[in-house]
């Protein structure tokens, strides 16, 4: 069931195996075994791969739950909101408070940017 649902995931979010493996620190062999179901993936590993495929760990190991997340956390169009959650993950890997910090302070430039820019066009 792992691996079905580790290559289903994959294939879900257009994704080649040698372009996950090296987003985790593995081989695209290594990830060929866990789809195929030869092996199993450590916790960590594990949860990098949810992250990227964006499930649950709790849907990739067979529980009955659903592939996507809720429609409310697919329709977060606020950034602002959507940073606020409590965990935020980049190629799978979590970010910091330091980091999402750093997202927002560059947001704000790039949306102060397209607002003065709106504004002179309507000059």
């Known amino acids: 069931m792992l691996g079905q649902r580790l290559r ?33 993936p450590d916790t960590d590993t ?15 190991l067979g529980r009955d739950t659903p592939l996507i997340h809720s429609k409310e956390e697919r329709n977060t169009k606020d950034l602002g909101r959507f940073l606020e959650q409590p965990e935020i993950l980049f190629n799978g890997i979590p970010l910091t408070k330091e980091d999402i910090e750093k997202i927002k302070a560059s947001l704000e430039i790039v949306f102060w940017d397209a607002k003065q820019k709106k504004k002179r066009e309507k000059s």
Do not use: W
């Open 46 to 60: 594990l949860n990098k791969l949810a992250g990227i495929y964006n499930v649950t760990v709790d849907y990739l």
């Open 8 to 40: 289903e995931a994959r294939q879900l979010k257009n994704l080649k195996q040698i372009d996950v493996a090296p987003l985790i620190g593995i081989t695209s062999q290594a990830l060929s075994n866990y789809e195929r179901g030869d092996r199993d």
